[in-house]
């Protein structure tokens, strides 16, 4: 059973970094992709990063160029988000999610994911 979990989230004040970290378990494909998304109160998912594993090729939207940058470790079946210059626009659930067997051409859309954890609450005051 694949299973995504989520951990890392927290309060930081405004210039801040937090480095959120997704476990992944049951994956057996080689070949997967992981995103990161977040979302805000009443509002719908928007993605911020999205990496293949294993070559590791990554690509970012803009919320996110620049301040947000994804990892990965194999050996720890983890995806890491670290993020910098936290500001209180950035205040939202985050959340993990996975395609397995493909890489990430062409996954833009959360309804590309059919694997997601539960979240993580950032909360970045002034």
């Known amino acids: 059973q694949v299973q995504l979990v989520e951990s890392g989230g927290g309060s930081v004040q405004a210039g801040g970094s937090l480095t959120l970290s997704c476990v992944y378990f049951?994956?057996?494909?080689?070949?997967?992709?992981v995103s990161w998304f977040r979302q805000f109160p009443g509002k719908g998912r928007e993605r911020l990063a999205r990496i293949t594993t294993p070559n590791g090729r990554t690509t970012y939207r803009a919320a996110a160029e620049g301040r947000f940058t994804i990892s990965h470790d194999n050996a720890k079946n983890t995806i890491y988000l670290r993020m910098n210059s936290l500001q209180p626009e950035d205040t939202a659930v985050y959340y993990c999610?996975?395609?397995?067997?493909?890489?990430?051409?062409?996954?833009?859309?959360?309804?590309?994911?059919?694997?997601w954890g539960r979240g993580t609450q950032v909360t970045v005051s002034a």
């Open positions: 049951g994956i057996t494909t080689s070949t997967n992709c």
């Open positions: 999610a996975a395609e397995l067997g493909e890489d990430c051409f062409g996954k833009t859309d959360e309804s590309d994911y059919p694997f």
